[in-house]
């Protein structure tokens, strides 16, 4: 599976320590940005990732900033991206089996531990084809069709 991977400044850390582990793992990662703990724009990696998403150059995403909020919301600009905010394994569950999430955020203040367990349950979640799921993903799909 090849899965993307960005970050502000904020979540570098974070993700440069993600990085090897997911390769480890045997999984292709890409990664988008920011290459340094020079302060960046958050928006900019995060609809980087999404539009690689988007593009179908990579399965999944993963992006991290200080909060996991702002580029979370900067991600779920991009049309057809579903990124989750989660804070624990049972909202990377729920995130991929309910929802179908396409691209997760982190916080960078969540222990390497944590964040490791939160990946290995949403790659490792597959979405749950059922009927209400698809349906309430398909009003959110065609509200984005509508959108100018």
Not at 36 to 50: A, E, M, N, R
Not at 100 to 128: G, H, R, S
């Amino acid at each position: 599976m090849k899965i993307g991977i960005a970050s502000d400044h904020r979540g570098y850390n974070l993700k440069t320590n993600l990085i090897p582990y997911l390769q480890k793992k045997g999984y292709e990662v890409v990664d988008y940005g920011t290459d340094s703990l020079k302060s960046v724009d958050y928006p900019d990696f995060g609809i980087l990732l999404g539009e690689k998403v988007r593009d179908q150059e990579v399965e999944l995403g993963i992006v991290i900033c200080g909060s996991g909020i702002g580029i979370s919301i900067a991600c779920n600009k991009v049309k057809g991206v579903r990124c989750a905010k989660v804070n624990n394994i049972r909202e990377a569950r729920l995130a991929r089996q309910d929802n179908n999430a396409n691209v997760i955020a982190l916080n960078e203040k969540m222990f390497l531990f944590e964040a490791k367990d939160i990946l290995d349950t949403f790659l490792n979640t597959p979405y749950q084809e059922i009927e209400r799921y698809q349906r309430r993903i398909d009003k959110i799909s065609e509200y984005e069709r509508k959108r100018k």
